[in-house]
């Protein structure tokens, strides 16, 4: 049995401020890494060995207070899926470009600015193949981006009915009911799991994003 990810919508699920995780199905964690770094021109991965989540953010801390523009992201693999998440200044900054899914890999990131004061609500891109096939906000409505599902008909029709078969979108529930919801929804119908304990326990590589 899994965790799935509906244990991401908790608060302080990751780290204070929300959560920013890729998940990837057909390249390796390494790979992945060297990808989302794509998205930042000139930046390089630098190695930062294996740590807990805990330690990564202390470290972080230490030694670049002040440097805004530095993300550090933990990688490791679970079952079939290669994942990274991100600590750091990620907010507003990380996004994974769909080449990232090139040569026919799956490729999920999820992301939730949760201390934004805005408030924005959490966030889903699916790519596959180097596109997108599957975009929307986790609260399903129209104040940030499409009002449901975006992208590939096949896949927003399909999403979408499994959507209503657990009564979403419904908009007398919370903000974080809302979010739990969509997520067990998102992690059936794409197979997505992260374990919680691995994440927030684990020793795992992790790499520095720095230009």
């Not at 991401?8 to 204070?16: D, M, T, V």
């Not at 490729?107 to 004061?117: I, P």
């Not at 959507?163 to 969509?182: F, I």
Request: net charge negative; hydrophobic share 40%; charged share 25%.
């Amino acid at each position: 049995m899994t965790d799935g990810i509906a244990w991401l919508a908790e608060p302080g699920a990751i780290a204070y401020g929300g959560y920013s995780v890729v998940l990837a199905r057909g390249v390796e964690p390494e790979e992945l890494v060297a990808r989302i770094a794509e998205g930042f021109p000139g930046c390089t991965a630098r190695p930062l060995g294996e740590l807990t989540a805990e330690a990564l953010a202390e470290e972080y801390e230490l030694e670049f207070a002040g440097e805004v523009e530095d993300i550090a992201l933990h990688h490791g693999r679970t079952g079939d899926l290669a994942f990274a998440v991100a600590y750091g200044y990620w907010q507003g900054e990380l996004s994974v470009p769909p080449a990232a899914s090139r040569g026919g890999a799956e490729v999920y990131h999820l992301e939730f600015e949760e201390e934004n004061g805005k408030p924005v609500p959490p966030f889903f891109h699916g790519y596959r193949d180097g596109r997108s096939t599957c975009f929307l906000n986790l609260h399903l409505d129209g104040s940030w981006g499409p009002d449901g599902v975006d992208g590939e008909p096949d896949t927003v029709a399909a999403l979408t009915a499994e959507l209503a078969a657990a009564g979403l979108p419904d908009h007398d529930r919370s903000g974080e009911d809302l979010h739990r919801a969509c997520l067990e929804v998102l992690g059936r119908h794409f197979g997505l799991t992260l374990p919680r304990a691995l994440v927030r326990e684990a020793a795992l590589p992790a790499v520095l994003l720095e230009a």
